[in-house]
T-cell receptor, first 116, second 116 residues
């Protein structure tokens, strides 16, 4: 299966702890996106990478959030000092640049974070 | 600013009925891209279709069809002869080069329940 994968699928943590999520995109896709989805809402954009460069961060991404994509391959999203409001599904997507499938984003299964 | 409105929060139909999911969008861009995604209970967003603003041709794929009308800024999705497996949350999304990296703006989704 060469789709987008995310780990872990579920994470329960206590308030104040740090958590890190991983996303492995489709191998030939240059762009990688992180979104957050809360109950009853559509996904909201957090940040995106083109290769290893992080080119945009949403205002939703507070200073407690940091994302990396070393060598333009997998990406990690870290949340420091988690708060209950961080509880959500974190979705990763990847997209090719150019070609017939340009602009089409393919999503992973998500990581569901619960902060207690 | 862009906006996607899915006015129908929940729809319930009996198997084999046809159902149409509405999507109305707002954008100032002349070139933009519209999408539909399916999110089954498992949580993974599944790409269904991309439509370019300069291509108003409607599309049919099996039991699925899409009606794009620029005059009314709508991109509606019809499922013919619905099946239980169609039960999911469906999201309409929009992007353009006004969005950094062509990040997607999603509507709030329509939850479709198909009962036997």
């Amino acid at each position: 299966d060469t789709g987008v994968s995310q780990n872990p699928r579920h994470k329960i943590t206590k308030r104040g702890q740090n958590v890190t999520f991983r996303c492995d995109p489709i191998s030939e896709h240059n762009r990688l996106y992180w979104y957050r989805q809360t109950l009853g809402q559509g996904p909201e954009f957090l940040t995106y990478f083109q290769n290893e460069a992080q080119l945009e961060k949403s205002r939703l991404l507070s200073d407690r959030f940091s994302a990396e994509r070393p060598k333009g391959s997998f990406s990690t999203l870290e949340i420091q000092r988690t708060e209950q409001g961080d509880s959500a599904m974190y979705l990763c997507a990847s997209s090719p640049v150019g070609g017939r499938s340009s602009y089409e984003q393919y999503f992973g299964p998500g990581t569901r974070l619960t902060v207690t | 600013a862009q906006k996607v409105t899915q006015a129908q929060t929940e729809i319930s139909v009996v198997e084999k009925e046809d159902v149409t999911l509405d999507c109305v969008y707002e954008t100032r861009d002349t070139t933009y891209y519209l999408f539909w995604y399916k999110q089954p209970p498992s949580g993974e967003l599944v790409f269904l279709i991309r439509r370019n603003s300069f291509d108003e041709q409607n599309e049919i794929s099996g039991r699925y069809s899409w009606n794009f009308q620029k005059s009314t800024s709508s991109f509606n999705f019809t499922i013919t002869a619905s099946q239980v497996v169609d039960s999911a949350v469906y999201f309409c999304a929009l992007t353009s080069n006004s969005n950094s990296g062509y990040a997607l703006n999603f509507g709030k989704g329509t939850s479709l329940l198909v009962t036997p």
